[in-house]
């Protein structure tokens, strides 16, 4: 398996876990519901990774040809994952701005940043955590 497709892997599926994790854990301490079906939590994680998976496949795309050229060029690593960080970043942005428009709404309005918030967030993280061998 080529390294920028495992390193993309990698940092999509962390993200999306993550970022899952950081939206859960965001609406049960602002939003507690006092009647939640506690025990039926996995599965709304698990059903919450999927959909984001799914709406994020074009995101990975993006990030795993931005990563593929990067690493074929001569560049440090260090800057190969500042670009890749911020190239993915603006992806996610963008997809949550087309998601906001979808709805008539600004990509700014609390709900719609949250969740770009909980998604972008972890991506920079897992990108500085997961090794990226360059040339």
Sequence with gaps: MPVA???TIKVWLTSIVLGTLALWSTMIIFSPAEDAPWGEMP???LLTIV??????FPTSLV????TYLLKSKNVTPVLAKIA?????????????????R???????DRGYFTLLLCYSSPIPICVWFYKLKTP
């Design 5 to 7: 497709l495992s390193f």
């Design 43 to 45: 599965l709304f994680l």
């Design 51 to 56: 959909i984001a998976a799914l709406i994020s």
């Design 63 to 66: 990030f795993f040809l931005s």
């Design 84 to 100: 890749v960080s911020l190239i993915a970043i603006t992806a996610c942005f963008i997809t949550f701005l087309l998601i906001a």
């Design 102 to 108: 979808s709805d008539h709404n600004s990509v700014f």
